[in-house]
């Protein structure tokens, strides 16, 4: 069979409904192309003229293509705004606008799979307000997306476009589409067969971008990220010719998938007691195929290394053995399986596990894996669309710049599930399609089939892996460790009472998600910070019981420390080393005091730098601290900086594995949008936090300030477009024009724009972006004739 294949990609905008023109709801798409070769077609929607993108594709304008089925009723539009998080004009910046119904109609081969991608950019088009749009995009029976709305997802994500894939194995000669503003009459979609790409990782190597994949333009993720647990096997590759067998078109994955891999190391001894174990974040009620891709790249033989596969604690396979499946090393093979994750079971987590089968008396006890993809079926309503997420209450109210801390334990519980930070998450216009050819051998192979193993189990109605965390215990501390509790001391609720006057409002420092700071005095004279948790803010007894756990054993000159806890009742009370000077954020912008020298200012980051460096690397976990920023930085009596709020912190299981499979959480302005992307969490994710502190400093802002025009509202989206414009010296405190020396300014600004790298691989390590801060200050003190200009700052090294 040949392999045609089709793509499609769109921008969407639209609207329900114009209160003010009664007009029925808009939408747009820009769509795109189709071939019956291997070569892409993209098709720019609402544009007359063929245009090239940033990647150099040609994407032609649909006004006049066979694929539009009738242009009735539909307008050609521009974008009024172009976000400079848009990598070109051209498909973005021109949309269809449609007032009904309208189908694209792209030629297929019956059988074969075709990957569809679509895109987004909400924005505002001839005049139509984007958030007035929803639609519902469907496929021959398969609803894609119901009463979706773009500018709403975008918004919640806080990406400035977006993308969706979906794969689709048409009955008859041709795909369509069909785009349908939603209002309540809209048709209703029957169903077969619809499927959504949710994981696409390189095992065992590293990020394959679009422009290296096999010519589909997919993005291959490191599968570091969802390691789970300490054993986490060890990566080889080789630079081995890769067959591809028939069984295996080339476009199934690109060779430096196949060239890569994880296996679970030499000593058959430890693999046999271990599971080589992934974990993701899905959505529950729905079916998955999960793809293995392997290829053989040290054996030859059969029965040399044979092992189990594991998906939810189900059996997949028994005596996997991918040169019985290859016959050869160096060719590639791939299986599918699918298994239903259940909300009751399942918790909202894939499980995909490796262990060695000892069974055949293998050669070695060993597994390996190459390549995984994870593909979400529609549900047995023909549904593959999940809700619009919902924005975080901040962004809703338009509110006060910078998340605030009082609100923010409520803002995090709502962006669970969808929050994110920085620029585009997708940020390539990737968009095309593939046609999978089904493998047609063995059950397992069957994309479409239910598996006789497939377990189907009964609905539940508890959710939210979450609230999981959360405990019933009357004593909040009842959970620490003994170590915890021999190293740090309990208070007595009368003492702290007595510290503080009885919590005296006038003694109130600061207010937090977790409660009310209060400046105290403990021992008959060493001054304290108390910390006394709002009772009914039940996310705080996790939190406690964390900050306190992390923090007794952490000693570090750079890292708030706790003196000890108070848990008579129900009282949750941490007690601190007082830091007289606050928080870093207050000597930077919408305060009295005078603002920092940069000196002092570099002398700060470089402490909370190293504050965090020894969080990743100096303890005997790797510490993530999660919640990086201006608020959380505290500087003493000396301008010594300090890293406080561990209450969010996870630690890694080992110095290996520094990510966890987490919902996300954090701040909005400083989450790493690659941690939003996958919820996972890396010490890369604080770098990046890390990077907005220091454009925070720089150009004395919030990291979020919605009353700014749209392109200013991110500090990190616009300082790193004015860095690209060579603007980044127009946008930074005013106090410090002319203070600054080139070498350092440029040195400084280069880290931070590296921390905000958008995948975390291509940023530093806490430890490269503290040597470089370094290097900075000794830049800006080698030729700092005029001590004046050194504030009182303490040298701290
Ligand atoms: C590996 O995973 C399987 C399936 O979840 C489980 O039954 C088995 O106990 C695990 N083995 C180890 C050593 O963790
Ligand atoms: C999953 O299905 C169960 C039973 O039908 C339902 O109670 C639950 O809310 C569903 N969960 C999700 C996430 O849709």
Same mark, same amino acid.
């Given at each position: 069979?040949?392999?045609?294949?089709?793509?499609?990609?769109?921008?969407? &905008?639209?609207?329900?409904?114009?209160?003010?023109?009664?007009?029925?709801?808009?939408?747009?798409?820009?769509?795109?192309?189709?071939?019956?070769?291997? /070569?892409?077609?993209?098709?720019?929607?609402?544009?007359a003229?063929?245009?090239?993108?940033?990647?150099?594709?040609?994407?032609?304008?649909?006004?006049?293509?066979?694929?539009?089925?009738?242009?009735?009723?539909?307008?050609?539009?521009?974008?009024?705004?172009?976000?400079?998080?848009?990598? $070109?004009?051209?498909?973005?910046?021109?949309?269809?606008?449609?007032?009904?119904e309208?189908?694209?109609?792209f030629?297929?081969?019956?059988?074969?799979?075709?990957?569809?991608?679509?895109?987004?950019?909400p924005?505002?088009?001839?005049?139509?307000?984007? $958030?007035?749009?929803?639609?519902s995009? #469907?496929?021959d029976?398969?609803?894609?997306?119901?009463?979706?709305?773009?500018?709403?997802?975008?918004?919640?994500?806080?990406?400035?476009?977006?993308?969706?894939?979906?794969?689709?194995?048409?009955?008859?000669?041709?795909?369509?589409?069909?785009?349908?503003?939603?209002?309540?009459? $809209?048709?209703?979609?029957?169903?077969?067969?619809?499927?959504?790409?949710?994981?696409?990782?390189?095992?065992g190597?590293?990020?394959?971008?679009?422009?290296?994949?096999?010519?589909?333009?997919?993005?291959?993720?490191?599968?570091?990220?969802?390691?789970?647990?300490?054993?986490?096997?060890?990566?080889?590759?080789?630079?081995?010719?890769?067959?591809?067998?028939?069984?295996?078109?080339?476009?199934?994955?690109?060779? /430096?998938?196949?060239?890569?891999?994880?296996?679970?190391?030499?000593?058959?001894?430890?693999?046999?007691?271990?599971?080589?174990?992934?974990?993701?974040?899905?959505d529950?009620?729905?079916?998955?195929?999960?793809?293995?891709?392997?290829?053989?790249?040290?054996?030859?033989?059969?029965?040399?290394?044979?092992?189990?596969?594991?998906?939810?604690n189900?059996?997949?396979?028994q005596?996997?053995?991918?040169?019985?499946?290859?016959?050869?090393?160096?060719?590639?093979?791939y299986?599918?399986?699918?298994?239903?994750?259940?909300?009751?079971?399942?918790?909202?987590?894939?499980?995909?596990?490796? &262990?060695?089968?000892?069974?055949?008396?293998?050669?070695?006890?060993?597994?390996?894996?190459n390549?995984?993809?994870?593909?979400?079926?529609?549900?047995?309503?023909?549904?593959?669309?999940?809700?619009?997420?919902?924005?975080?209450?901040?962004?809703?109210?338009?509110?006060?710049?910078?998340?605030?801390?009082?609100?923010?334990?409520?803002?995090?519980?709502?962006?669970?599930?969808?929050?994110?930070?920085?620029?585009?998450?997708?940020?390539?216009?990737?968009?095309?399609?593939?046609?999978?050819?089904?493998?047609?051998?063995?059950?397992?192979? /069957?994309?479409?089939?239910?598996?006789?193993?497939?377990?189907?189990?009964?609905?539940?109605?508890?959710?939210s892996?979450?609230?999981?965390?959360?405990?019933?215990?009357?004593?909040?501390?009842?959970?620490?460790?003994?170590?915890?509790?021999?190293?740090?001391?309990?208070?007595?609720?009368?003492?702290?009472?007595?510290?503080?006057?009885?919590?005296?409002?006038?003694?109130?420092?600061?207010?937090?998600?977790?409660?009310?700071?209060?400046?105290?005095?403990?021992?008959?004279?060493?001054k304290?910070?108390?910390?006394?948790?709002?009772?009914?803010?039940e996310?705080?007894?996790?939190?406690?019981?964390?900050?306190?756990?992390?923090?007794?054993?952490?000693?570090?000159? &750079?890292?708030?420390?706790?003196?000890?806890?108070?848990?008579?009742?129900?009282?949750?009370?941490?007690?601190?080393?007082?830091?007289?000077?606050?928080?870093?954020?207050?000597?930077?912008?919408?305060?009295?005091?005078?603002?920092l020298?940069?000196?002092?200012?570099?002398?700060?980051?470089?402490?909370?730098?190293?504050?965090?460096?020894?969080?990743?690397?100096?303890?005997?976990?790797?510490?993530?601290?999660?919640d990086?920023?201006?608020?959380?930085?505290?500087?003493?009596?000396?301008?010594?900086?300090?890293?406080?709020?561990?209450?969010?912190?996870?630690?890694?299981?080992?110095?290996?594995?520094?990510?966890?499979?987490?919902?996300?959480?954090?701040?909005?302005?400083?989450?790493?949008?690659?941690?939003?992307?996958?919820?996972?969490?890396?010490?890369?994710?604080?770098?990046?936090?890390?990077?907005?502190?220091?454009?925070?400093?720089?150009?004395?802002?919030?990291?979020?300030?919605?009353?700014?025009?749209?392109?200013?509202?991110?500090?990190?989206?616009?300082?790193?477009?004015?860095?690209?414009?060579?603007?980044?010296?127009?946008?930074?405190?005013?106090?410090?024009?002319?203070?600054?020396?080139?070498?350092?300014?440029?040195?400084?600004?280069?880290?931070?724009?590296?921390?905000? #790298?958008?995948?975390?691989?291509?940023?530093?390590?806490?430890? /490269?972006?503290?040597?470089?801060?370094?290097?900075?200050?000794?830049?800006?003190?080698?030729?700092?004739?005029?001590?004046?200009?050194?504030?009182?700052?303490?040298?701290?090294?």
């Amino acid at each position: 069979m040949s392999s045609p294949s089709l793509l499609l990609d769109t921008i969407s &905008h639209g609207r329900k409904e114009n209160p003010l023109l009664g007009a029925p709801p808009l939408f747009s798409y820009v769509f795109l192309g189709i071939s019956a070769a291997n /070569d892409l077609i993209l098709l720019n929607c609402g544009s007359a003229e063929d245009g090239i993108d940033a990647d150099n594709r040609k994407w032609y304008g649909d006004s006049s293509s066979k694929f539009l089925l009738s242009s009735s009723g539909s307008s050609q539009e521009k974008a009024e705004f172009q976000d400079p998080s848009l990598p $070109s004009e051209v498909p973005y910046m021109s949309a269809r606008v449609l007032t009904r119904e309208a189908t694209y109609r792209f030629p297929a081969t019956p059988g074969n799979r075709y990957w569809v991608r679509l895109h987004f950019y909400p924005s505002s088009y001839g005049g139509r307000n984007e $958030s007035d749009s929803f639609f519902s995009v #469907a496929s021959d029976g398969i609803t894609l997306l119901r009463n979706f709305s773009a500018a709403i997802t975008a918004k919640a994500l806080t990406l400035a476009y977006i993308m969706r894939e979906f794969s689709l194995s048409p009955i008859h000669d041709s795909i369509h589409l069909t785009f349908a503003p939603s209002d309540k009459h $809209s048709a209703s979609y029957a169903f077969i067969n619809g499927i959504e790409t949710m994981y696409r990782l390189n095992v065992g190597g590293q990020f394959i971008p679009p422009t290296n994949d096999s010519g589909l333009a997919r993005a291959w993720y490191d599968d570091s990220p969802y390691l789970f647990g300490a054993g986490i096997g060890v990566t080889f590759s080789e630079k081995a010719q890769i067959r591809y067998p028939r069984t295996v078109p080339k476009y199934i994955a690109p060779t /430096d998938v196949y060239n890569t891999a994880r296996s679970m190391g030499p000593d058959s001894n430890i693999n046999s007691n271990y599971n080589l174990t992934w974990v993701f974040q899905v959505d529950a009620n729905f079916t998955y195929v999960v793809r293995f891709h392997f290829c053989e790249l040290e054996m030859i033989k059969i029965n040399q290394r044979v092992f189990d596969i594991y998906l939810n604690n189900q059996t997949a396979e028994q005596m996997a053995d991918v040169i019985g499946w290859s016959k050869f090393k160096d060719v590639p093979v791939y299986k599918d399986y699918a298994v239903y994750v259940s909300d009751l079971l399942d918790d909202d987590e894939l499980w995909v596990a490796l &262990h060695p089968s000892s069974e055949t008396g293998p050669e070695y006890l060993d597994s390996i894996l190459n390549g995984l993809e994870i593909f979400k079926l529609s549900d047995t309503s023909g549904n593959l669309a999940g809700s619009n997420p919902e924005p975080s209450q901040m962004l809703i109210a338009g509110g006060s710049a910078g998340e605030d801390d009082t609100s923010s334990s409520k803002t995090r519980s709502n962006v669970i599930g969808g929050a994110a930070g920085g620029v585009a998450a997708f940020s390539l216009v990737a968009l095309c399609i593939a046609v999978y050819q089904r493998q047609k051998r063995g059950i397992d192979s /069957d994309f479409n089939a239910r598996p006789s193993w497939l377990p189907v189990y009964g609905g539940s109605n508890s959710r939210s892996g979450a609230r999981k965390s959360i405990t019933s215990t009357r004593s909040y501390a009842s959970n620490l460790s003994s170590l915890a509790v021999s190293l740090c001391r309990h208070f007595s609720f009368s003492e702290i009472k007595q510290g503080t006057r009885n919590f005296n409002e006038s003694r109130v420092i600061g207010v937090g998600g977790f409660g009310k700071v209060y400046r105290g005095v403990i021992d008959g004279g060493t001054k304290v910070a108390i910390k006394r948790a709002n009772p009914s803010s039940e996310q705080g007894v996790h939190e406690f019981q964390t900050e306190i756990e992390m923090l007794s054993k952490l000693r570090h000159r &750079h890292l708030v420390s706790l003196i000890g806890y108070c848990d008579d009742g129900e009282e949750m009370i941490l007690v601190y080393d007082y830091m007289a000077n606050g928080t870093l954020r207050e000597h930077l912008y919408e305060s009295n005091n005078p603002p920092l020298s940069w000196n002092q200012r570099l002398e700060i980051c470089v402490g909370a730098a190293r504050g965090l460096h020894y969080l990743h690397t100096g303890a005997k976990y790797t510490i993530i601290h999660r919640d990086v920023k201006t608020t959380n930085i505290l500087v003493d009596e000396r301008w010594v900086a300090k890293v406080s709020d561990f209450g969010l912190s996870k630690t890694g299981p080992s110095l290996n594995q520094t990510h966890v499979s987490t919902v996300v959480k954090g701040s909005f302005g400083y989450l790493d949008p690659e941690y939003f992307r996958r919820q996972q969490l890396t010490d890369k994710s604080d770098v990046y936090s890390f990077g907005v502190v220091l454009f925070e400093v720089l150009c004395a802002r919030p990291a979020l300030n919605p009353s700014l025009p749209k392109e200013q509202v991110s500090l990190a989206d616009w300082a790193l477009n004015c860095h690209r414009q060579g603007t980044l010296q127009d946008i930074i405190d005013p106090f410090l024009n002319g203070k600054i020396k080139p070498e350092c300014f440029n040195k400084f600004a280069d880290t931070a724009v590296k921390c905000l #790298a958008d995948h975390g691989i291509d940023r530093p390590t806490m430890g /490269d972006v503290l040597w470089n801060l370094e290097f900075a200050l000794q830049l800006q003190e080698r030729q700092d004739s005029n001590p004046v200009e050194h504030g009182g700052a303490a040298s701290d090294s």
